[in-house]
């Protein structure tokens, strides 16, 4: 079972036990707090699970990643970077200034995952994206339905501006699907390496035998500028309202 379905699930049982008792409660007590109680986590609790079972039917059109896995790609930078760390301190003490410039090479690359990350939850939690993402492909649908039928020269000069304006934006929306979209690709590279380094390490080799440590190094930087790269292009993200 998927986890957001398994997190749905339990508070729909807690939610239901918790009216079972306080249904309880009203039918010995007789109370209006217990009343007024019952009333308002039927209609809070109960609307949230309503609005939550209806993202899990029917997600928000469009957008390519979700929050779910946003949310894991955090933990699992996090749990690498913890235990990165705690193996190169572990190690010899020769190695010491090679160690230490590796571990901050990782806070650097965690760091850039974590702000990428962040703005593709920005991105994908933005409702007006979302609204856009719905109803623009409707919009531009409608508009040339209604050129094909409109015989006046003005109007007809209208609504191929306007069908013009819908179709960039339109563009822009699909541009931005597709950076999201690679941007979330490099985060998993960036973990896929990050893991990649840990196993060496857990091997027992020292960060001398990992790799050619300036390689090594330098494949750290290019992996942050990368991140960098897609990070700077979802800043810039503009679209045509």
């Known amino acids: ?43 809070v609790w109960g609307g949230w699970l309503a609005y939550r079972l209806g993202r899990l039917l029917f997600p928000p059109p ?10 894991q790609y955090l933990s699992q930078a996090r749990a690498y970077r913890h235990q990165i760390e705690r193996v190169l301190k572990s190690g010899p003490a020769g ?3 090679r160690r230490e410039a590796l571990i901050r090479q990782v806070e650097t690359w965690t760091e850039a995952v974590t702000r990428l990350v962040e703005r593709l939850q920005e991105l ?7 609204r856009d ?12 339905t209604r050129l094909a039928r409109e015989t006046d020269p003005g109007l007809k000069a209208q609504l191929e501006r306007t069908l013009a304006s819908r179709q960039k934006q339109l563009t822009a929306l699909e541009d931005l699907q597709h950076t999201m979209a690679r941007a979330e690709m490099q985060i998993e590279s960036a973990l896929s390496m990050l893991g990649a380094i840990y196993s060496q390490l857990l091997t027992g080799q020292s960060t001398s035998q990992v790799a050619d440590y300036s390689r090594l190094a330098e494949d750290v930087d290019e992996e942050v500028q990368r991140l960098h790269d897609h990070l700077e292009a979802l800043r810039e993200v503009k679209l045509e309202r």
């Not at 398994?6 to 039918?27: E, I, K």
């Not at 993402?133 to 040339?144: N, V």
Request: proline share 7%; aromatic share 10%.
């Open 133 to 144: 993402l719905r109803d623009t492909p409707r919009a531009i649908a409608d508009l040339q």
């Open 62 to 71: 469009g957008l390519p990643v979700d929050d779910e896995k946003l949310e």
């Open 1 to 43: 079972m998927f986890p957001q379905w398994r997190r749905f699930l339990q508070n729909l049982g807690w939610y239901l036990a918790t009216l079972v008792v306080l249904a309880v409660l009203l039918r010995y007590l007789r109370s209006p707090v217990v009343l007024l109680a019952l009333w308002g986590v039927g209609l």
């Open 95 to 97: 190695e010491q200034p």
């Open 124 to 130: 994908q939690q933005d409702d007006i994206i979302r």
